[in-house]
């Protein structure tokens, strides 16, 4: 076998892993009673993005490599290496509950709801694949570069188009009620 065709295999392997990364089932399957408005309320791990940032920078850890304590610098890194991925967990599933709001809206609401089926799984396999890359980049002990902001924007703007599309489903729903309370005083000659 030449070695390209070596290559292509391994890349298709990665391809197909990375996919069914993507594609496999929440570990936290949702109620049918879930409270989208409560859920989207939560607090957001994107918001303990710049203590997860600083923590992993070298600069934060100058000083005692400085003072000659470089065995307690690399045990404090790989803490911090560890916290970050299991940062990164947390980060991941909650952008899988982003994602599963995202149906219950369309299904509530689908004139309302912009995100599509092929959007949502475009979304989850990218940020499938690059937590899949940026863990690797930690458990090889190298920098994140921007990882960390990539995921955190794109869980903040699904948050903001949810949030959108909550809104307008709160107004559709107040116009509605509205306009059969109407119809009802109009019925009973009010």
């Not at 689908?110 to 940020?127: C, D, N, T």
């Amino acid at each position: 076998m030449s070695a390209s065709l070596l290559f292509f295999l391994g890349f298709v392997v990665v391809l197909l892993g990375l996919l069914l990364l993507a594609t496999r089932s929440s570990k936290h399957p949702s109620s049918p009673s879930m409270d989208v408005f409560e859920s989207l309320s939560q607090s957001r791990h994107c918001s303990r993005l710049s203590h997860i940032q600083q923590a992993l920078s070298p600069e934060d850890t100058e000083y005692l490599r400085e003072s000659g304590h470089a065995r307690l610098v690399q045990e404090l890194r790989q803490q911090r290496r560890r916290i970050a991925l299991i940062y990164l967990g947390h980060l991941q599933e909650e952008f899988e509950m982003l994602l599963q709001i995202s149906r219950a809206l369309a299904v509530m609401s689908p004139e309302v709801m912009g995100i599509q089926e092929l959007e949502r799984w475009k979304l989850s396999a990218e940020f499938a694949i690059n937590c899949a890359y940026l863990r690797w980049r930690l458990r090889l002990g190298l920098q994140p570069a921007t990882g960390f902001t990539l995921l955190s924007n794109m869980a903040t703007e699904i948050t903001r188009q949810l949030e959108n599309a909550t809104t307008r489903i709160a107004e559709a729903t107040l116009r509605g009620t509205e306009q059969s309370s109407l119809g009802r005083k109009n019925l009973n000659g009010f």
